[in-house]
């Protein structure tokens, strides 16, 4: 059974924590070593539990996987590539959402792939449809049975002209690691950018893949006959460094967060100082800090790159509760980001939730019932209470309003947290924060 994360909120976290590589790319990087007809190495891997289970899905693969977690590399050897037990794909259905981003590389090296049902954090629906349909665009069979999704290519893979109705981190990822071995030709409209998007297309060109990405949203890809391994330094978490840069501002404390780098965050950054946050942005990382004068109110909507990630909108609503007024906050992402705003109001946080696309433009959840926009007014004292963790930035969040929360806050689910927070229990001692398990 897992244990209750106990934290006395109150204490200014000051002090350094390092970010490694982003969750997002490092496991979309090791899927691409399965395309390799020779190893590949992977810097900066960050010892979080999402490694682990794609380190034993390429492993049932017959990837040879050697990890050093200490230094943060990853070996992978993809020469004996072969069809995993159905049981052994079956036991990770529902831990992860990478396993649907096997499907175009074993379909090159195997001519089937095996998908399981898919887990990943429950913040909407989470279809896999743009992902099917991409393949079948290249000329998959999908055929779903009881066990999962059995997809197989009987004429081979063939480049396509491929069109996202919405601009999809996975869907892009599935087509390029699938465009890259097809015959021909593939174009990509309205693809996402995201950082960590651009990182894998630059794993996949070390690897041998031609891949340009156009000013407007277009990815066109060249298939090549075969690709060799890669050696690459995974782009930095940015996810987890913004978290941090709200844990700094909710405590009114200082964090100088290495590895943190300015490009991939530019937008956080200016939302972090429009809300009045303090930042010292150096080549080492970047410092964020409470100012010591009072926060100020905004109105932000997430949106994809280079728009404000949704993966930042659950910290800064914690930050928001400390800001002078009201915030309005829009989610366009996922239609299901905001029920972790509950858990906050329990802590003295005034948070209201709308179904109207509030502050912004209309998005395509509008009118469609679900709770996307909320309203925050602050500032309000929060206050120690017994939460759960819904997901794993909601999660980190509930973390970062327990530590600036007066009095002792009682978190279960803290387990899921491993899932994309390297070390965070550590770090948190780094920090001066005071917590404890039972
Ligand atoms: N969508 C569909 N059909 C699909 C795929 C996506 O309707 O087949 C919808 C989703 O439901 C969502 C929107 O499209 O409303 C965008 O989803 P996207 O495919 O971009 O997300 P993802 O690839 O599943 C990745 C990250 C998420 C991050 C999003 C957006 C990974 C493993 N996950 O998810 O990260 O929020 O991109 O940037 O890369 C996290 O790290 O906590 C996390 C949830």
Known sequence: MSSTFHVRGGRPLEGEITVRGAKNLVSKAMVAALLGESPSVLHSVPDIRDVQIVSELLSIHGVKVERDAAAGTLRMDPSNVERAHVADIDAHAGSSRIPILFCGPLLHRLGEAIIPDLGGCRIGDRPINYHLDVLRNFGAVVDKREMGIHITAPNGLQGAKIHLEYPSVGATEQVLLTAVRAHGFTELTNAAVEPEVEDLISVLQKMGAIISLQTDRTITIEGV?????????????????????????????????????????????????????????????????????????????????????????????????????????????????????????????????????????????????????????????LHGADITVPDLRGGFSYLIAALGAEGVSSIRGIDLIDRGYEAFREKLTALGAEFWED
């Open 225 to 381: 006959e075969s690709l060799g391994g890669f050696e690459h330094v995974a782009i930095p978490d940015r996810i987890e460094a913004a978290s941090w840069a709200c844990a700094a501002l909710v405590t009114r404390g200082s964090v100088f967060v290495r590895g943190a780098q300015q490009k991939p965050m530019a937008t956080f950054l200016n939302t972090f100082r429009k809300i009045g946050g303090g930042m010292d942005i150096t080549e080492a990382g970047i410092r964020f800090f409470h100012p010591g004068t009072p926060l100020k109110a905004i109105a932000v909507e997430t949106d994809v790159h280079p728009g404000l990630m949704t993966d930042w909108q659950q910290p800064l609503v914690v930050a928001l509760t400390q800001a002078d007024g009201i915030s309005i906050v829009h989610e366009t992402v996922y239609e299901n980001r905001l029920g972790f705003t509950g858990a906050l109001n329990d802590m003295g946080a005034h948070i209201q939730v709308y179904r109207e696309c509030l502050g912004g433009s209309s998005c395509r959840f509008g009118r469609r019932n679900f709770n996307h926009s909320a309203v925050i007014s602050g500032p309000k004292r």
